[in-house]
């Protein structure tokens, strides 16, 4: 008995902590709840009656649906370009030796220094400055925003996918060249279906990244109906008064998809992270 | 085997083309704009100032007090980060029934992003604080500041406690199990082995959570927003209100300049230590 209660103690201090520790966020779901005077009395109680009401107004006021996509339609299409981009130049440059191959390498690799404030206004001008020209919408578009991130995520994944290429042996894709098969059935039959794991590192670390990307987004969208969730949440957030039920509740519905996301995919989220931090 | 070119080009070209015109090319127009004297509108001629743009910037207060600012924060932050990770990554590797469960809760607030956490906080040091008679913190020049870095900890901890918990696997169970055989106590396992091992890791996290940390934006805007009068404002946010508040397109891209030395110094450090590391192990 008294091993077991020793047992015990470590577990529940622990949870404890781990409890406290997440209290942010819990004071944010039940306050998103309460009427302005309710929440200020205690803000650690528990609600005296669930209401919508705040929600409601939070999804119509933000603009939820219609930013859920287009956070939705940005990070999946990013990524998916990326992916499949990234890992085609990182073959390529990884079979193909000669200057060439060294010179974008080498590019790709040192531009990761690059923090974003150093080119985020030149960057701003050169868009604006090719939607003039050539009547693409760069700015204040979706569209827009994924060619910029494809270009920003180019080095990571480039690097990532690079790393793992060079530990696999050429010979399958030999043997598949001598089987008749050119070089592009050679990438998509043989090579990609092995970068699995590389793959999912990326995407991982790429969710995470463009996801949560305020600065980018906050610089060239301006259109309500092109914002992004995080461009969203932050109206409710304004120099002067916050309606803090609605702001809380907009915030709750924020963390939902990040929330859901983690929870079908922990194993892959803490091993793409742990892959890309030792890695980057 | 054998690639011809043109299966290069068509391999290479599309990302390379959009990185060009999205990185490359921006990053060589900054470099020019910083040498000259312009508010961004397009009908207004640029007038080339040479280098005064980065002479300007040594009197320039309110960027150098951003300056000392961000360098406090940076080390008492990656301080802080790097502790409670390190502390967290020995806890939730014991054989507690909760480790998992512990692990996957610390671990949560890195997802959900800068801003937003900002924001969370700010109901926190704002309302909170007021309803319970603490007064706001985020009108306190220092207290502002002390809120920034238990956000940016509160984010990181759990981000550094993965690359740990990598590390802290990584060591061999015999190891550990010998000195115990041999008497050792918790204490000195942790001190003369285990951390001695943990090196390589502690490497990677200490230079991981400098370059972050030095960069912080999200939590910048969304937590105090710079406020109180300017008196939280950290490098990044600084560039972007030089060059987007006071539309100082030249000499805030000179700041943007120096801004990317100093990361890429932090960084190219890192890089020769970390390998450096890897050739003795």
Not at chain 1, 63 to 87: A, D, E, P, Q
Not at chain 1, 118 to 125: C, E, N, V
Not at chain 1, 164 to 188: K, M, R
């Amino acid at each position: 008995m008294n091993s077991k209660f020793k047992k015990i103690i470590p577990n529940i201090l622990m949870m404890a902590f781990c409890l406290v520790y997440l209290l942010p966020i819990y004071m944010i779901f039940t306050n998103s709840f309460k009427s302005r005077s309710e929440m200020y009395e205690n803000m650690m109680a528990l609600p005296s009656r669930l209401t919508l009401e705040y929600y409601q107004s939070a999804l119509s006021k933000m603009n939820f649906w219609v930013s859920l996509r287009n956070s939705l339609l940005l990070t999946v299409i990013s990524i998916g370009l990326i992916v499949i981009l990234s890992s085609m130049t990182a073959w390529m440059i990884a079979r193909y030796k000669g200057k060439v191959s060294r010179f974008f390498l080498s590019l790709l690799i040192a531009t990761m220094l690059i923090p974003f404030q150093t080119i985020m206004m030149p960057l701003m001008q050169e868009m604006t400055w090719i939607e003039k020209r050539t009547g693409l919408t760069m700015t204040d578009s979706i569209p827009g925003l994924i060619f910029m991130y494809i270009g920003f995520g180019a080095g990571m994944a480039v690097f990532l996918f690079h790393g793992f290429i060079s530990t696999i042996p050429i010979s399958l894709e030999e043997a598949a060249t001598i089987d008749g098969c050119n070089t592009w059935q050679v990438f998509w039959k043989i090579v990609f279906p092995n970068l699995k794991s590389t793959t999912i590192t990326v995407i991982i670390l790429d969710v995470i990244w463009i996801w949560n990307d305020y600065l980018l987004p906050s610089l060239t969208l301006k259109a309500k109906e092109n914002r992004t969730i995080p461009i969203s949440a932050s109206k409710f957030f304004g120099q002067y008064t916050i309606s803090w039920n609605e702001a809380m509740a907009a915030l709750v519905v924020t963390i939902l998809p990040v929330i859901v996301f983690y929870l079908f995919c922990q194993k892959y989220i803490v091993k793409g992270v742990a892959a890309g931090a030792v890695k980057g | 085997m054998k690639i011809s070119k043109k299966w290069f080009a068509v391999f290479t070209l599309p990302l390379m083309i959009i990185f060009t015109i999205v990185v490359v090319i921006p990053f060589f127009i900054g470099i020019g704009y910083s040498f000259f004297e312009w508010d961004g509108f397009a009908k207004h001629q640029a007038v080339w100032v040479g280098m005064q743009n980065y002479l300007d910037v040594l009197r320039d207060d309110r960027f150098i007090s951003a300056e000392i600012r961000t360098v406090i924060f940076t080390v008492i932050a990656v301080v802080s980060v790097n502790l409670l990770g390190l502390i967290f990554a020995l806890l939730v590797t014991t054989k507690m029934k909760v480790a998992n469960l512990s692990r996957a809760m610390l671990f949560m607030p890195y997802l959900i992003g800068g801003l937003i956490l900002g924001y969370i906080w700010k109901a926190v040091f704002s309302e909170w604080f007021l309803s319970l008679g603490i007064g706001n913190w985020l009108t306190d020049a220092k207290k502002a500041m002390a809120a920034m870095i238990i956000v940016t900890t509160w984010q990181m901890a759990g981000y550094v406690m993965i690359v740990y918990i990598t590390g802290l696997m990584a060591i061999p169970e015999e190891v550990i199990e010998a000195s115990s055989v041999d008497g050792a106590s918790y204490w000195q396992t942790l001190t003369k082995i285990r951390l001695p091992l943990l090196m390589p890791s502690i490497t990677i996290c200490l230079f991981l959570t400098l370059s972050n940390c030095f960069k912080v934006y999200d939590v910048n805007v969304s937590l105090t927003g710079s406020g109180p009068a300017n008196q939280s404002e950290l490098f990044s946010l600084n560039i972007f209100n030089e060059i987007f508040e006071q539309n100082n397109f030249g000499y805030g891209q000179a700041k943007a300049i120096i801004f990317f030395l100093i990361v890429a110094i932090i960084t190219l450090v890192q890089v020769s230590i970390t390998s450096k590391k890897e050739v003795e192990m």
